[in-house]
């Protein structure tokens, strides 16, 4: 079964507002990673956050965790059009210390 | 470092023929995952190998798909016979959880290959 599902599944903003994505999951994690996807790329590394953090920065990138909750969210501040993507989470499994299930991902689109 | 390596980007065959899809991981990494992207069923995980040796293979999805790591620098993905429903990109990802300074399993991905079956 699937470990993370994000939310929503497709967002459009304009260039500027600030973007937010969810995340939940279902089991217990050791650590929470986002990546983003342009179009007819691979997946790239954003940011990870650890089960014992509760927020994260970098740069225009904000990520919390809420364990109790079994979510986490991603705000991107002041958006551009080059932050149009798809954003997916990762969370590693309970079973084994490498493997990570990915979520089916939020298509954000930054209209200029 | 390059990062993770794929051939060919894009492949066209037709139903029936055999596709090898190939992977250089990142130099010193020893994970080593094949995932397939659809619209439908998004991002899943076929295979993972660490230290060359499969790991789990519960995600490949018929007999006809087979994946090898004979070293450490190099990967395959077999599809024997093909279907157009195999039709996706495939990617493939390095970690170096394990090794030394790696102290997460953040996932370096290649740029994929997108296979097309007729």
């Known amino acids: 079964s699937q470990q993370g599902e994000e939310d929503p599944q497709a967002l459009s903003i304009q260039e500027g507002e600030n973007a937010t994505m969810n995340c939940s999951y279902k089991?217990?994690?050791?650590?929470l990673q986002w990546y983003r996807q342009n179009s007819g790329r691979g997946l790239v590394h954003l940011i990870l956050?650890?089960?014992?953090?509760r927020e994260k920065h970098s740069g225009r990138l904000r990520v919390t965790l809420d364990t109790s909750k079994k979510s986490s969210s991603l705000l991107i501040t002041a958006s551009r059009a080059a932050d149009t993507a798809s954003y997916f989470c990762?969370?590693?499994?309970?079973?084994?210390?490498?493997?990570?299930?990915f979520g089916p991902g939020t298509s954000l689109s930054v209209i200029p | 470092d390059a990062g993770v390596i794929q051939s060919p980007r894009h492949e066209v065959t037709e139903m029936g023929q055999e596709v090898t899809l190939r992977c250089k991981p990142i130099?010193?990494?020893?994970?080593l995952f094949w995932y397939r992207q659809t619209m439908m069923r998004g991002l899943e995980l076929l295979i993972y190998?660490?230290?060359?040796?499969?790991?789990?293979d519960s995600g490949m999805p018929e007999d006809r798909f087979s994946a090898k790591m004979p070293n450490a620098s190099f990967s395959t993905l077999k599809i024997q016979p093909s279907e157009p429903r195999d039709s996706a990109v495939y990617f493939c990802?390095?970690?170096?959880?394990?090794?030394?300074?790696?102290?997460?399993?953040?996932?370096?991905f290649g740029p994929g290959t997108r296979l097309t079956v007729l």
């Open positions: 990802a390095s970690s170096c959880l394990g090794q030394i300074n790696c102290s997460y399993n953040e996932q370096f």
């Open positions: 089991t217990s994690i050791n650590n």
């Open positions: 956050i650890r089960s014992n953090e």
């Open positions: 990762a969370t590693d499994s309970p079973y084994t210390y490498d493997k990570v299930i």
């Open positions: 130099s010193g990494h020893n994970s």
């Open positions: 190998f660490n230290n060359n040796v499969p790991i789990d």
